[in-house]
């Protein structure tokens, strides 16, 4: 039996520009969305991230300090544990919730990694689809979206930032391409909540 397709929409690191001008838009369609927040680096402060988890979006965890070169740099076994369990601790204690997923910084992972972040999180973001790369435009991201649907698969799109930063994508690329999402039979919601569903979904088949 096919699984029912899902989007999860990720934005990395926390950014203003993701709260001040993405956030809205999804807002808007009803979307919950997931924000990976370097919980030793903010630009947003906690009672912000604290009113948006309040709204069922999800505050999940993309380390400490995001240290130059992935956690796969950090050689020492206790620090690497702290840059992941700081992390978490903090945004529990902020945000009054748990995370149960998280993001690799600069996506970079190996064995070693892997099973530190596994230990404190069940669920963790080890595929993506990158928004904001040179070839994101509006029709090959509708068509992605509408791929997945008839697959039934789950797409995972990163973000990082809106109108500027980091590979940025605008408001009207999103606001148009969440409208055509809002057209579609499938589910948008946050990485953990999809992480739970499809589990339980795997573990019925």
Known sequence: MKQRAA???????????QVDWALPVFEEFGFKVTFFVIAGRLEVEWDEWRAIAQRGHEIGNHSLTHPNGGLPAVRDASELEHEVTEGTRLIAEKTGITPVTFAYPFNKRNTRVRAVVRRY????????????????NLWLANARVDRAIARGDWLVPM????????????????RAHLRHIANRRVLVDTFGAVSVRRQAENQAL
């Not at 989007?7 to 520009?17: A, E, K």
Request: glycine share 10%.
């Open 7 to 17: 989007i999860s929409f990720t934005f990395d690191d926390g950014l203003r520009s």
């Open 159 to 174: 973000l990082h930032g809106i109108e500027t930063g980091f590979q940025p994508v605008s408001r009207k690329f999103l």
């Open 121 to 136: 999180h069940p669920f963790v973001r080890e595929t993506w689809h990158r928004y904001g790369a040179w070839w994101c």
